[in-house]
């Protein structure tokens, strides 16, 4: 059997659980998971976003990460497209809170925040990117950054409690999109890409989890 090269992350870990003769059962408990977890990752039917339970797979599979996320976790060659490298520290000190963290608190300003619902609209499309772009590391690094900073601001402007939990979920979500992007781009983004997981666990509720 080969594997299709536009498989998603929930076949490719069925065809290697496979390949090393692994029932779903099998693999659920050296992950310390239930059965229906796995089976519903397989299907496709729970994201599985987390780079920390990605990595545990992997692990368990005996493969490369890059083999289940079917893409280099380096970036690829981006020619004249836009270049990474330089948004990676403004990325960075985004999920660092960097000037919070200095003393200085977030200045959000009074002007009305951009609607949850056109935030969602960014998110899904950089998510959409990120899982079919050839170039998926330089088409939505350099989107994180004012996306990350308008759903902070869209929470802390939010006009009424709904609101402010939609903002949360999007935030969330962003988070998990940084982690795996920043992963992608090597060991020395790995302590933002860790801190941005662990952010998008506690954001806010009703985001999938990984």
């Known amino acids: 059997m080969v594997l299709d090269r536009k498989a998603s992350i929930g076949e490719r870990i069925a065809f290697y659980r496979r390949q090393r003769g692994l029932t779903q059962q099998g693999l659920a408990m050296r992950l ?41 976790i380096f970036p690829e060659p981006v020619g004249d497209r836009r270049e990474p490298g330089p948004v990676v520290p403004q990325l960075r000190r985004v999920l660092l809170h960097y000037d919070t963290i200095h003393g200085f608190a977030e200045d959000f300003g009074d002007d009305p925040p951009r609607p949850v619902e056109e935030l969602e609209r960014d998110y899904d499309h950089a998510q959409w990117l990120h899982e079919r772009s050839r170039h998926n590391f330089s088409d939505v690094a350099w ?29 969330a979500n962003l988070y998990r999109l940084a982690s795996i992007t920043l992963w992608q781009y090597g060991d020395d983004a790995s302590a933002a890409a860790s801190l941005a997981a662990r952010r998008s666990m506690t954001s806010g509720h009703g985001a999938a989890p990984g």
């Open 143 to 171: 989107r994180l950054p004012g996306l990350l900073t308008e759903a902070r601001r869209a929470i802390h402007l939010a006009g009424g409690d709904a609101e402010r939990r939609a903002a949360r979920r999007v935030l």
């Open 32 to 72: 310390n998971r239930s059965p229906s977890w796995l089976r519903k990752i397989e299907q496709g039917s729970r994201p599985l976003t987390d780079v920390n339970v990605i990595a545990q797979v992997a692990q368990n599979l005996g493969v490369k990460v890059a083999d289940l996320l079917g893409k280099p």
